[in-house]
């Protein structure tokens, strides 16, 4: 009832629209997310190329499958521009841009190569953005004076990821 209310008052006087991650700022940022993201996109490039079509079973629940897969995908690489725009956008000031002056290109390469991830099932643009997103890991636990170590990932796709170092 009071949802309708303020959806009536809403068409009258629009109430101002606000999205945030954290605008507090809860001042808790970790690019795991945006690994975890990247990695799920190569998972999901890998199913869908593992996908035979040349079965009959395939016309329906092939078709079915390919479609869920591919939304994931797509899914995953818009996370991958959203964590990777909210540290950058929130986390990253000054300080940081000083000591990492080329951290606005590595960004723009992130959404680049998200955006032909969401395009395209190439593995190899998959690992790409990986490789970016793990240079995006290290650059941030930088300057926080954090060491990191490489290390492969314990699941499908099995490939490296920075993690910060614990010591």
Avoid at 19 to 38: L, S, V
Avoid at 159 to 164: N, S
């Amino acid at each position: 009832m009071i949802y309708n209310m303020l959806k009536e008052i809403n068409t009258i006087i629009p109430f101002e629209e606000v999205q945030a991650h954290c605008d507090i700022p809860c001042k808790i940022y970790d690019p795991n997310a945006t690994q975890i993201a990247a990695l799920s996109v190569i998972r999901f490039i890998d199913l869908i190329n593992e996908l035979d079509g040349a079965d009959a079973e395939f016309k329906i629940s092939g078709h079915a499958q390919l479609s869920r897969l591919t939304r994931q995908k797509e899914i995953h690489a818009s996370n991958v521009k959203n964590e990777v725009c909210i540290i950058w956008g929130d986390y990253f000031k000054q300080p940081q841009f000083d000591q990492f002056p080329n951290i606005h290109t590595l960004v723009h390469n992130i959404m680049l190569a998200a955006s032909a991830c969401k395009q395209t099932v190439s593995r190899s643009k998959g690992i790409y953005l990986l490789n970016l997103v793990n240079e995006f890991s290290e650059v941030f636990w930088a300057t926080k004076g954090i060491s990191t170590v490489k290390s492969k990932c314990p699941y499908p796709p099995n490939e490296q990821v920075i993690y910060p170092e614990h010591g």
